[in-house]
């Protein structure tokens, strides 16, 4: 479903990315962990071209997206976000934020958008909090409005970044939840966590990510019990 191969991207000499190859099948679950300016949000901005490569393809389900004719929205469309500060639209009500995107882009009539907003919001457990503003909801409420939201384009496939580290730790159970069933369900992700449990018992496999090259890509069990690398070593040792 995404396959990257040799990406490349710097920010003027600051080279971030140096040759990420990477095979994402329809349905996996994967999780990126790495220290901190590693490079892991980079890799996963470029994924729907929030960030241009420097040079290497991304080709998601088949299509080339670094081809200078790719489409950007549909692109956008058939990938959702969700980043570690919401991005809800503060001005707008949870339901409005949900059904913009999907309105605007003609994707479906207004009605059948706040009915599925009110599917969305039963599922990730805020069904009663349709009309309210989001400067009244927790991060943790925040984060699932956000994650409503990607989902009311129908992506195939689901990109986080760090969803829950800006959050209180009692809030962070209730957005991993709405993760986990959505893994259960079947859904491609693609998850930038530190969240080693949940990496753990989710993920497909675990990519470790350091100076902007994959160190290591196992399954968590493999990854976690035995890591091969010395950089892997020492990082699990401090976060473990
Ligand atoms: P991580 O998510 O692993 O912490 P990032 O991908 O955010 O790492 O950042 C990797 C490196 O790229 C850092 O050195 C950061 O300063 C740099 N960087 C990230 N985004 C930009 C940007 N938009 N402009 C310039 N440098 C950036
Ligand atoms: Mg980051």
Do not use: W
């Not at 950007?72 to 990938?79: A, E, G, I, P, W």
């Not at 999907?102 to 599917?119: I, W």
């Not at 969803?163 to 993760?179: F, H, I, K, Y």
């Amino acid at each position: 479903m995404i396959k990257v191969q040799n990406l490349h991207k710097s920010y003027g000499d600051n080279q971030v990315l140096n040759g990420i190859s990477e095979h994402i099948k329809a349905g996996e679950v994967v999780s990126v962990i790495g220290p901190s300016g590693s490079g892991k949000s980079t890799f996963l901005r470029c994924l729907n071209l929030l960030e241009q490569p420097t040079s290497g393809d991304i080709i998601i389900e088949g299509e080339s997206i670094t081809a200078a004719n790719a489409c950007v929205d549909k692109l956008r469309q058939n990938v959702g976000m969700v980043f570690q500060n919401f991005n809800l639209f503060p001005h707008l009500t949870v339901k409005q934020n949900i059904t913009l995107a999907p309105v605007k882009l003609k994707l479906m009539s207004q009605e059948q958008a706040d009915a599925q907003a009110h599917e969305l919001l039963a599922k990730v457990g805020l069904a009663e909090k349709a009309e309210v503003f989001p400067n009244s909801l927790s991060g943790g409420q925040k984060q699932r409005v956000a994650i409503a939201r990607a989902l009311a384009m129908k992506p195939d496939m689901m990109l986080f970044d760090e969803p829950t580290s800006a959050l209180d730790p009692e809030m962070v159970g209730d957005v991993l939840d709405v993760m986990k069933d959505l893994a259960q369900q079947g859904m491609t992700m693609v998850i930038v966590t530190h969240e080693m449990g949940f990496a753990r018992e989710v993920s497909d496999r675990v990519v470790f990510i350091d100076g902007g090259v994959i160190v290591e890509n196992k399954p968590p069990a493999e990854l976690f019990d035995n890591p091969q690398h010395a950089r892997t070593q020492a990082f699990l040792s401090k976060v473990l």
